[in-house]
């Protein structure tokens, strides 16, 4: 069992930054691929951003590519994802999630599951 916490999450003006932390606990999250999600008030969740085992490779969704950064670390057990220039529709919970396999955007496939971190933009 992986247990993952994100925190973080707060309000911010658009335009700032904040910088999401999920922590692991449980097993070593060096085998396990990572991903963020998130889900607006009503609507469903959406990938946001993966990283593989390793840390060499990450995926954004079109949405967020350019203005955040998912990065690991694994000696801490600890992905993070650094958001820049925020928009009021980057509001959501943010979710953090491992594979044990390759990082996919499909949420189904993923084995474990943060309780989410509230990320509030302001206009």
């Known amino acids: 069992q992986v247990q993952l916490v994100e925190s973080g999450g707060g309000l911010v003006q658009a335009g700032g930054s904040l910088r999401l932390s999920c922590a692991a606990s449980?097993?070593?999250?060096?085998?396990?691929?990572m991903g963020w999600f998130r889900q607006a008030p009503g609507k469903s969740r959406e990938f946001v951003a993966s990283?593989?085992?390793?840390?060499?490779?990450?995926y954004y969704a079109d949405s967020v590519k350019g203005r955040f950064t998912i990065s690991r670390d694994n000696a801490k057990n600890t992905v993070y994802l650094q958001m820049n220039s925020l928009k009021p529709e980057d509001t959501a919970v943010y979710y953090c999630?491992?594979?044990?396999?390759?990082?996919?955007?499909?949420?189904?496939?993923?084995?474990?599951w943060g309780q989410g971190t509230q990320v509030t933009v302001s206009s």
């Open positions: 449980g097993r070593t999250l060096s085998s396990y691929a």
């Open positions: 990283i593989t085992v390793s840390g060499s490779l990450t």
């Open positions: 999630a491992a594979e044990y396999a390759i990082p996919t955007i499909d949420a189904n496939k993923y084995d474990y």
